[in-house]
């Protein structure tokens, strides 16, 4: 029986995109490798390269990843880089291995979409980026698969948290528990998510006839710990609280929380909050972090089986959007 390029990959201890460079005589590989694919190709009848059935697919094995982080924590984000990896698990499970994507090889500059055409990549990831960015919509636009985590553009698919349903949950708590003064702390909302989120709060306050309070929405200046600490100063600054706050990001509610606390302000008794995400540090933060878990690797799964199955039966391009189930996990910071 032949075999396919992923059980050579495997039997030879290779990634399938080394197979397909040395068959083809391309890229940088030591000679011993070549040397070694060569003669197991030679030994298993494989002679006529340009005909082989193990490059019938002629396929890279390789995938793009674009990491435009505008919240400039690089690979090190405690959300991202979950999804990330669980879509990295994926696609090396079917034989692909991931390359990141630069606007620069060797001296010259390159679009995305030029890099793209020169590693000749099966498809890409686009885990975080800006809908704006020039090189980003070049990419969208072409006829190369695509699949993004975060933005969501025409062309493009994207799998993403249920943001709507995220702040819905939140609501929902707060009202059971009595609270009439509800709060909201956003990141910028130069994030498609921040944004989203405080839509769907301005909607679901007024549908579920809650009292809505300009006051009560604050905006963060940044993505990280400091932010938090600015906007704690706001909060405890205020002459009108809310008595529960959803912060949009664990980051950012962890110096919410250990701001208001030295400011003398007892969490959960005085003011409760609820983080977002659910990322690592959240259950050993002191006090552990209230939060909507995003579920990242169901996130990065289904990015990674989605961008596969176009890869290998490619359609028309359209804008295509799954959504990703969300769930609130108490823990310190609200009442239990």
């Known amino acids: 029986m032949k075999k396919t390029i992923v059980e050579v990959a495997k039997e030879l201890n290779l990634s399938p995109s080394t197979i397909s460079k040395i068959v083809n005589g391309k890229g940088r590989i030591s000679e011993e ?11 298993s009848g494989y002679v006529a390269m340009s005909s082989a059935r193990i490059l019938s697919s002629k396929k890279s094995w390789t995938i793009g990843v674009v990491y435009s982080d505008i919240s400039l924590i690089g690979f090190e984000h405690p959300f991202f880089s979950r999804i990330l990896q669980a879509f990295k698990n994926e696609v090396e499970r079917n034989g692909y291995e991931i390359v990141l994507i630069v606007s620069k090889l060797g001296d010259h500059e390159l679009t995305y979409l030029e890099w793209c055409k020169n590693k000749k990549v099966d498809g890409v990831l686009i885990v975080m980026g800006n809908v704006n960015n020039p090189n980003i919509i070049q990419l969208v636009s072409s006829d190369i698969p695509c699949i993004s985590t975060d933005i969501v553009m025409p062309n493009l698919e994207s799998v993403i948290s249920d943001d709507f349903q995220g702040v819905k949950i939140y609501l929902e708590y707060a009202k059971s528990q009595g609270y009439q003064h509800i709060g909201i702390v956003s990141g910028p909302l130069s994030a498609r998510s921040f944004y989203n989120r405080l839509e769907a709060y301005r909607i ?133």
């Open 204 to 336: 679901l306050m007024d549908q579920m006839n809650m009292p809505y309070e300009e006051d009560h929405i604050v905006i963060a200046e940044g993505f990280g710990y400091e932010a938090g600490e600015e906007v704690a100063n706001i909060i405890f600054n205020s002459n009108h609280r809310a008595e529960i706050y959803l912060v949009m990001s664990d980051v950012i509610a962890f110096g919410v929380v250990k701001q208001l606390i030295s400011l003398g302000v007892a969490i959960p008794k005085d003011i409760a909050i609820i983080g977002y995400d659910d990322i690592d540090f959240a259950t050993h933060f002191e006090p552990a972090l209230s939060t909507i878990k995003q579920d990242t690797k169901m996130i990065g799964y289904t990015a990674a089986k989605r961008l596969l199955s176009v890869i290998e039966k490619p359609t028309t391009k359209k804008q295509m959007i799954t959504k990703i189930p969300v769930k609130l996990v108490h823990r310190k910071t609200t009442k239990q």
């Open 33 to 43: 490798t070549r040397q070694r694919v060569l003669q197991y190709v030679k030994e």
